[in-house]
């Protein structure tokens, strides 16, 4: 572990030979690493995602909005990055790209529809992350994939999906240098995977200049990249990422200038330069994540839903919020609904439940446990700084319903583990939609025998909805769905929802452009500096 003395050594090592200015150049410290730099690799860090948006370039890419001040990534709106232009088809069934003429790898090729064919197939065909995340948008299979002419090409749907075209703007799937990949393919790795996980072959903005996993990535800027907002070129010729796992020496090197931007300081570390002044901290509430409560619905005694309802009424969320996270996000509990019905097809929406233990005693003598029941509580070990100071909250208040509660601090795999072999029955995790419509959270979060269903609900109706409006065209039809599962959820409470964590980023007040992004990480394109 490094001390804030041995980071500055680095950084100032890590400057060449013939410098650019310190304004030309962007440090950055994760608490995290970088570990591949093709982001399809199974155990990629959301860290490696950034590198991999920097350094690929893909067909298309989201717009950004401003919600609530701040700017985040915009779902629905979605702008050419290889693609000079899209159009799709009156049917929703074809997308037809025309690439841009003037894209170039980085070895100065051309980028061709070829290339482009052959990656896609990659992210569907390959042992890879992108083939999961690109079934969301119904791109399944190589045959989808057609090439029309050099700069022209299609992608062919089984059904109008709304989810196909923004899925084409994710992280997985980077168009990649498909000669430079071929040459080192082998019969045992048709794909490139372990040349391209230390090595890459694309057009993005920005090239590997040296890459130690798991420590340190450098990177120069590609002169020749003008895919950027207005076709600018990426602001800073120099970006220099390092791994630094103490979150209190991140906290000092921002403090004192040393680096320019971090986003994963401890809440309390944040809270703290923020109101010293010197900084500029942008909060942004994580409005494609949840932190939630979870409960498994098959296994007793919370297979009874008024179990789960006594639980989501003995929870102190006030007091949990400002413990875990000194009240920085938003709540997602205490909301009023008239008539008791969702106001809203939106996913998360604020929950009508708060702490009222004269409600939860009920719903629990309902259950048939009036005198409580003993239960574990469980959280993984990174999840410590927030976490532990919540889980004590919980045990402390569900006591005075009569549950006791033995809390469970478990390393990451193992926690993994049993979450996706469905043996914990209480415990605390999040989730992140990366396409966040109702029917995208719905589907991966509460159907299915699939580790991503935490609670293990298994709701038919809930299930058929989901699937319907996943294809539905019309948005007065798709809110009237989202309002009847929000309604199933409520009435099930299969998990508690608890709050939406602001991501905290904070800058030398130089810094600008910076934008929440989708997969929580900083997209170095966005920036510059005044």
């Given at each position: 572990?490094?001390?804030?003395?041995?980071?500055?050594?680095?950084?100032?090592?890590?400057?060449?030979?013939?410098?650019?200015?310190?304004?030309?150049?962007?440090?950055?410290?994760?608490?995290?690493?970088?570990?591949?730099?093709?982001?399809?690799?199974?155990?990629?860090?959301?860290?490696?995602?950034?590198?991999?948006?920097?350094?690929?370039?893909?067909?298309?890419?989201?717009?950004?909005?401003?919600?609530?001040?701040?700017?985040?990534?915009?779902?629905?709106?979605?702008?050419?990055?290889?693609?000079?232009?899209?159009?799709?088809?009156?049917?929703?069934?074809?997308?037809?790209?025309?690439?841009?003429?003037?894209a170039k790898f980085q070895d100065g090729s051309p980028v061709t529809a070829d290339d482009v064919k052959w990656?896609?197939?990659?992210?569907?065909?390959?042992?890879?992350?992108?083939?999961?995340?690109?079934?969301?948008?119904?791109?399944?299979?190589?045959?989808?994939?057609?090439?029309?002419?050099?700069?022209?090409?299609?992608?062919?749907?089984?059904?109008?999906?709304?989810?196909?075209?923004?899925?084409?703007?994710?992280?997985?799937?980077?168009?990649?240098?498909?000669?430079?990949?071929?040459?080192?393919?082998?019969?045992?790795?048709?794909?490139?995977?372990?040349?391209?996980?230390?090595?890459?072959?694309?057009?993005?903005?920005?090239?590997?200049?040296?890459?130690?996993?798991?420590?340190?990535?450098?990177?120069?800027?590609?002169?020749?990249?003008?895919?950027?907002?207005?076709?600018?070129?990426?602001?800073?010729?120099?970006?220099?990422?390092?791994?630094?796992?103490?979150?209190?020496?991140?906290?000092?090197?921002?403090?004192?200038?040393?680096?320019?931007?971090?986003?994963?300081?401890?809440?309390?570390?944040?809270?703290?330069?923020?109101?010293?002044?010197?900084?500029?901290?942008?909060?942004?509430?994580?409005?494609?994540?949840?932190?939630?409560?979870?409960?498994?619905?098959?296994?007793?005694?919370?297979?009874?839903?008024?179990?789960?309802?006594?639980?989501?009424?003995?929870?102190?969320?006030?007091?949990?919020?400002?413990?875990?996270?000194?009240?920085?996000?938003?709540?997602?509990?205490?909301?009023?609904?008239?008539?008791?019905?969702?106001?809203?097809?939106?996913?998360?929406?604020?929950?009508?439940?708060?702490?009222?233990?004269?409600?939860?005693?009920?719903?629990?003598?309902?259950?048939?446990?009036?005198?409580?029941?003993?239960?574990?509580?469980?959280?993984?070990?990174?999840?410590?700084?927030?976490?532990?100071?919540?889980?004590?909250?919980?045990?402390?208040?569900?006591?005075?319903?009569?549950?006791?509660?033995?809390?469970?601090?478990?390393?990451?795999?193992?926690?993994?583990?049993?979450?996706?072999?469905?043996?914990?029955?209480?415990?605390?995790?999040?989730?992140?939609?990366?396409?966040?419509?109702?029917?995208?959270?719905?589907?991966?979060?509460?159907?299915?025998?699939?580790?991503?269903?935490?609670?293990?609900?298994?709701?038919?109706?809930?299930?058929?909805?989901?699937?319907?409006?996943?294809?539905?065209?019309?948005?007065?039809?798709?809110?009237?769905?989202?309002?009847?599962?929000?309604?199933?959820?409520?009435?099930?409470?299969?998990?508690?929802?608890?709050?939406?964590?602001?991501?905290?980023?904070?800058?030398?007040?130089?810094?600008?452009?910076?934008?929440?992004?989708?997969?929580?990480?900083?997209?170095?394109?966005?920036?510059?500096?005044?």
């Amino acid at each position: 572990m490094l001390g804030a003395v041995a980071v500055l050594a680095f950084l100032v090592a890590a400057a060449p030979v013939k410098a650019q200015t310190r304004a030309e150049t962007l440090r950055y410290v994760t608490g995290a690493s970088v570990n591949t730099l093709d982001p399809n690799i199974p155990g990629s860090t959301r860290e490696a995602f950034a590198v991999s948006l920097s350094t690929y370039d893909r067909l298309v890419s989201f717009g950004r909005k401003q919600l609530n001040g701040k700017w985040v990534f915009d779902l629905d709106t979605i702008r050419g990055e290889l693609a000079e232009s899209f159009d799709v088809s009156p049917d929703g069934l074809k997308i037809t790209f025309k690439l841009r003429k003037d894209a170039k790898f980085q070895d100065g090729s051309p980028v061709t529809a070829d290339d482009v064919k052959w990656s896609l197939d990659r992210a569907v065909t390959a042992k890879i992350l992108g083939k999961a995340q690109l079934l969301t948008g119904s791109l399944t299979d190589a045959s989808q994939f057609k090439v029309i002419d050099p700069l022209t090409f299609e992608v062919t749907l089984p059904k109008p999906d709304k989810l196909a075209l923004p899925n084409l703007a994710t992280v997985y799937p980077i168009i990649i240098n498909s000669k430079v990949a071929k040459a080192h393919v082998t019969e045992e790795d048709p794909w490139a995977q372990a040349w391209l996980k230390e090595n890459t072959a694309g057009s993005g903005a920005y090239v590997i200049d040296s890459f130690k996993p798991g420590e340190q990535v450098i990177l120069k800027r590609n002169d020749a990249w003008n895919r950027g907002p207005g076709g600018k070129q990426a602001f800073f010729k120099r970006l220099i990422l390092q791994s630094v796992p103490e979150p209190s020496t991140r906290a000092n090197l921002v403090e004192k200038g040393d680096v320019d931007i971090v986003i994963d300081l401890q809440a309390s570390d944040a809270q703290s330069l923020e109101a010293k002044g010197k900084l500029k901290v942008i909060s942004t509430p994580q409005y494609n994540a949840i932190t939630f409560i979870s409960m498994n619905n098959q296994m007793p005694p919370f297979d009874k839903v008024d179990v789960r309802r006594a639980v989501a009424y003995a929870l102190p969320y006030d007091d949990m919020f400002k413990a875990a996270l000194f009240g920085r996000g938003d709540l997602l509990t205490g909301a009023t609904w008239t008539d008791g019905k969702p106001p809203s097809g939106g996913f998360p929406i604020k929950q009508p439940i708060k702490l009222d233990l004269d409600k939860a005693k009920a719903y629990l003598k309902a259950a048939g446990f009036p005198d409580g029941f003993s239960t574990t509580f469980s959280f993984n070990v990174g999840q410590s700084a927030t976490a532990e100071p919540m889980a004590a909250l919980v045990k402390e208040s569900l006591a005075k319903i009569g549950i006791k509660v033995d809390i469970q601090k478990l390393p990451d795999a193992q926690m993994s583990t049993q979450i996706t072999e469905k043996k914990l029955p209480f415990f605390t995790e999040g989730i992140v939609a990366w396409l966040p419509s109702t029917d995208y959270f719905y589907r991966n979060f509460y159907t299915g025998n699939q580790r991503w269903n935490y609670s293990s609900i298994d709701n038919a109706e809930l299930t058929a909805i989901a699937q319907e409006a996943r294809f539905e065209p019309d948005k007065a039809k798709y809110e009237a769905d989202g309002i009847k599962l929000n309604a199933i959820n409520f009435d099930q409470m299969p998990q508690v929802p608890l709050w939406q964590p602001s991501q905290d980023a904070v800058m030398a007040p130089s810094i600008e452009g910076y934008t929440y992004q989708f997969h929580r990480q900083v997209d170095y394109r966005d920036l510059s500096r005044k």
